[in-house]
């Protein structure tokens, strides 16, 4: 059951809870059911207008709601079992990017993704979900242990970007980000990258080079965040608001853009209300992709994976 | 090939009219202050006499300054810009370029030239920072992977010069994914046995430094030259952390181990050839 409610959602909040009401009477009296019936008929219809008539902004929103589910949700829920690897076995262990082997179907896979963290203690122990070089080493590394042993890598990405600071600088962030683009690109494994929550720029698409890549119904995906967008061309943060429609961050524009392959639905009222719900499309969609992937031999594999992203520019000759 | 032909290219009046006005004859360096007559500065490669502040100079200057007697092909000149996502903040994208094409007499933010160093045949793609601030979107990546790919196939040693505030944001994802399309196109440059020049200028920031910038073999930046992912005034913002003196600039790289060397603006055209020729790719 979802805690924070967001503005837009407010007018649900109270159905949710009237509903939960009428279900503890109706356990007592059952003439309560057919009031249940017309309240959650109610609430369809509600949830019909406001998730269907959503701005890129209230999208954006969404996209970082505090209750949507991480990379660690999804791994709880999508695999048979789960054991986490830690560290780049060169500076540190950073938990903004958690990973390890996991079976899905039986399928041995090796999965990574971006880790917000929900309360603030885990939050400050995951960085927001921002990583440092470190980081993505430690993603690096995994892929490359999937290589070895022929695992297919499933990357989940929720994150405001890569971490802006002074000891990210000096441990080459950059370098770090350039290398795991040009990697990921002669990763001889399948690779299949879902964008479950906000796809904040480098430092997103630093786990983003894959030959599917998905996104979430309800995720973003975009060159900058819509505060730093409006802080440079309005000279002014909070117009956040205005500056998320020109960028065409959501899953739609994206697709139209062909930047990406597919669309998982959410569940109504998005993932953050029904986690397990979310966890089943995007379990099911993996495998489809999966599937469909493991027809082709590893140079078809490698070269489409180069002309996907080398067509990728709209220009006039 | 016909589209190694040259368009017409923008109209340059407004630039003209720039220069028509008429400026003085000294100018004041950026770092040291110091009141210099610009005809001396022009002469030492843009470098302040003073204290080796090097200007920033645009793309055309950059390859005059290391191609034979300043001589170099253009290639891909007909490639234009579009406005995928018709962006509009203040004001609409489409005004925008046509406001740098018209001041830089440039299409986009990147020149692609070929020619010869020291006899030696390279291929430079270079950042014209005064468009745009050098920002990478479709027709900036197409041309870098262009020209990696073609040096691939040529075996041609291929070297950027990089001079960019990062990603373009008014072409939204299509630039961001530019980022691994560059970054992809490395490989074929490993591929082919191809030496990889990286120049790094004041600055490199953002999408171009977290892509291809920072996979050549070799990385040379120029003196004091801003380089990094994170712009200081955003790492300052988030955590109030007061940043050491020379923090991103070439120097700090270096002592970091993320660049090979640095060298001056006026040393730089020497040095190439001296990789030219450890990697022997001699013509004649």
């Keep these: 059951?979802?805690?924070?409610?967001?503005?837009?959602?407010?007018?649900?909040?109270?159905?949710?809870?009237?509903?939960?009401?009428?279900?503890?009477?109706?356990?007592?009296?059952?003439?309560?059911?057919?009031?249940?019936?017309?309240?959650?008929?109610?609430?369809?219809?509600?949830?019909?207008?406001?998730?269907?008539?959503?701005?890129?902004?209230?999208?954006?929103?969404l996209a970082r709601h505090p209750d949507r589910p991480y990379c660690n949700d999804y791994a709880k829920l999508m695999l048979d079992d789960f054991?986490?690897?830690?560290?780049?076995?060169?500076?540190?262990?950073?938990?903004s990017i958690v990973g390890g082997l996991g079976r899905m179907d039986g399928l041995s896979i090796v999965l990574l993704g971006h880790q917000k963290g929900r309360d603030t203690k885990q939050k400050i122990a995951h960085n927001f979900g921002m990583p440092h070089p470190e980081g993505y080493r430690k993603a690096l590394r995994l892929m490359r242990l999937a290589e070895k042993f022929n695992k297919p890598v499933i990357t989940l990405i929720d994150t405001p970007g890569a971490y802006p600071g002074l000891g990210a600088e000096e441990?080459?962030?950059?370098?770090?980000?350039?290398?795991?683009?040009?990697?990921?690109?002669?990763?001889?494994?399948?690779?299949?990258?879902?964008?479950?929550?906000?796809?904040?720029?480098?430092?997103?698409?630093?786990?983003?080079?894959?030959?599917?890549?998905?996104?979430?119904?309800?995720?973003?995906?975009?060159?900058?965040?819509?505060?730093?967008?409006?802080?440079?061309?309005?000279?002014?943060?909070?117009?956040?608001?205005?500056?998320?429609?020109?960028?065409?961050?959501t899953a739609k524009d994206a697709y139209?853009?062909?930047?990406?392959?597919?669309?998982?639905?959410?569940?109504?009222?998005?993932?953050?209300?029904?986690?397990?719900a979310v966890a089943k499309i995007l379990r099911r969609v993996i495998l489809n992709n999966l599937e469909e992937l493991r027809q082709f031999s590893v140079d078809e594999l490698l070269s489409a994976r180069y002309t996907k992203y080398r067509r990728i520019g709209q220009l006039d000759e | 090939?016909?589209?190694?032909?040259?368009?017409?290219?923008?109209?340059?009046?407004?630039?003209?009219?720039?220069?028509?006005?008429?400026?003085?004859?000294?100018?004041?360096?950026?770092?040291?202050?110091?009141?210099?007559?610009?005809?001396?500065?022009?002469?030492?490669?843009?470098?302040?006499?003073?204290?080796?502040?090097?200007?920033?100079?645009?793309?055309?200057?950059?390859?005059?300054?290391?191609?034979?007697?300043?001589?170099?092909?253009?290639?891909?000149?007909?490639?234009?810009?579009?406005?995928?996502?018709?962006?509009?903040?203040?004001?609409?994208?489409?005004?925008?370029?046509?406001?740098?094409?018209?001041?830089?007499?440039?299409?986009?933010?990147?020149?692609?030239?070929?020619?010869?160093?020291?006899?030696?045949?390279?291929?430079?793609?270079?950042?014209?920072?005064?468009?745009?601030?050098?920002?990478?979107?479709?027709?900036?990546?197409?041309?870098?992977?262009?020209?990696?790919?073609?040096?691939?196939?040529?075996?041609?040693?291929?070297?950027?010069?990089?001079?960019?505030?990062?990603a373009r944001m008014q072409e939204g994802l299509i630039s961001l994914m530019q980022m691994?399309?560059?970054?992809?196109?490395t490989i074929k440059l490993e591929e082919a046995g191809v030496p990889f020049i990286s120049l790094l200028t004041d600055p490199t920031m953002g999408g171009v430094s977290a892509s291809f910038a920072m996979l050549g073999d070799i990385i040379i930046a120029e003196p004091k030259a801003l380089i990094g992912f994170a712009g200081p005034r955003v790492i300052e913002q988030t955590r109030g952390q007061t940043l050491p003196e020379g923090f991103q600039r070439a120097e700090f790289l270096l002592e970091h181990g993320m660049i090979d060397m640095i060298v001056s603006r006026k040393e730089l055209r020497n040095k190439l050839i001296g990789i030219l020729n450890y990697f022997q790719n001699r013509l004649k």
């Design chain 2, 1 to 166: 090939m016909s589209w190694f032909r040259k368009k017409k290219f923008p109209k340059k009046n407004v630039a003209d009219k720039r220069v028509n006005i008429p400026e003085g004859l000294w100018i004041k360096c950026n770092n040291c202050k110091e009141i210099i007559y610009k005809k001396e500065v022009e002469r030492n490669c843009d470098i302040c006499p003073k204290c080796n502040y090097h200007f920033r100079i645009g793309a055309r200057k950059r390859l005059e300054l290391i191609y034979d007697n300043g001589q170099y092909e253009e290639f891909d000149t007909h490639l234009r810009p579009k406005d995928p996502l018709g962006f509009k903040d203040v004001v609409k994208y489409r005004d925008r370029l046509r406001d740098y094409q018209e001041r830089t007499g440039l299409w986009d933010a990147l020149i692609r030239a070929a020619g010869t160093v020291d006899d030696y045949k390279i291929i430079i793609c270079a950042f014209e920072f005064s468009f745009m601030g050098g920002s990478m979107a479709s027709v900036v990546g197409e041309k870098l992977s262009r020209g990696m790919e073609r040096a691939a196939l040529e075996k041609v040693p291929f070297m950027s010069i990089a001079s960019s505030g990062g």
């Design chain 2, 180 to 185: 691994a399309k560059t970054s992809a196109a």
């Design chain 1, 171 to 249: 441990r080459g962030q950059s370098g770090a980000i350039a290398i795991n683009l040009r990697e990921m690109f002669r990763l001889k494994v399948p690779i299949i990258a879902v964008v479950t929550g906000e796809g904040g720029s480098g430092g997103a698409l630093a786990l983003g080079v894959a030959d599917k890549v998905l996104m979430l119904e309800h995720s973003i995906y975009s060159v900058i965040s819509p505060e730093s967008c409006a802080a440079i061309l309005w000279r002014n943060s909070s117009k956040a608001k205005d500056a998320a429609e020109p960028l065409k961050l």
């Design chain 1, 83 to 95: 054991i986490p690897l830690h560290g780049d076995r060169c500076f540190a262990e950073d938990s």
């Design chain 1, 1 to 61: 059951m979802i805690r924070y409610y967001l503005d837009f959602e407010k007018p649900l909040q109270e159905l949710y809870q009237e509903i939960e009401r009428l279900r503890e009477l109706a356990d007592t009296n059952k003439e309560y059911r057919v009031d249940i019936k017309k309240m959650e008929k109610k609430l369809a219809k509600q949830q019909r207008e406001i998730f269907n008539n959503l701005t890129p902004w209230q999208r954006t929103q």
């Design chain 1, 256 to 276: 139209k853009l062909k930047i990406i392959d597919e669309i998982a639905p959410e569940p109504p009222c998005g993932a953050h209300h029904d986690h397990k």
